[in-house]
């Protein structure tokens, strides 16, 4: 009987043993992608450049809106959407392929923006975001939410109000 008891202690630890190891080898790789960067403007943009612009909180700043003074008003050229997502996130991975196309046929009408909110917390306190996909619309008046749906007709409006202009 004793000798059936140590090989399950003998067992026991190596499963033990392993599970530590697992654990560290899993922790390891979070830290490392954690690290990773994505990729991020490095130079200025072209505004309209019909592509979809990584960029960080301090770009953000720059480019949209200083959301530790004034949240609410837009800084940029023209008008621009800024999808805030994560990784993880299965809608926003469905909405990306979307929204790239959208800047594609938007050059020059309109400015994407997107912003990782796992490597850029604290822009979700600044602008109380508790779900995501976050589509942020900022024009001439201010900064607002709309749901993804409702971005081509706010593309179609913006537009024909640009072609009456040009009449």
Not at 47 to 52: E, I, Q, T
Not at 76 to 104: H, K, M, R, S
Not at 105 to 129: E, H, M, R, S, V
């Amino acid at each position: 009987m004793d000798q059936k008891y140590k090989w399950i202690v003998v067992i026991i630890c190596i499963l033990i043993v392993r599970g530590v190891v697992y654990l560290l080898k899993s922790e390891k790789d979070t830290k490392a992608s954690q690290n990773e960067s994505i990729t991020i403007i490095e130079e200025e943009t072209t505004w309209g450049n019909g592509k979809v612009d990584s960029i960080s909180e301090d770009q953000f700043i720059k480019l949209v809106a200083d959301f530790n003074t004034d949240k609410e008003v837009y800084i940029g050229e023209g008008p621009a959407f800024v999808d805030i997502y994560t990784t993880w996130c299965g809608p926003c991975n469905q909405l990306a392929p979307i929204i790239e196309a959208l800047a594609e046929g938007c050059a020059g009408t309109f400015q994407f923006y997107k912003l990782d909110l796992d490597q850029n917390p604290n822009l979700a306190a600044a602008y109380n975001i508790h779900s995501i996909p976050y589509i942020l619309y900022c024009d001439s008046s201010k900064i607002r939410r709309v749901l993804p749906d409702k971005m081509m007709s706010i593309i179609e409006k913006v537009q024909s109000e640009r072609d009456n202009r040009q009449r």
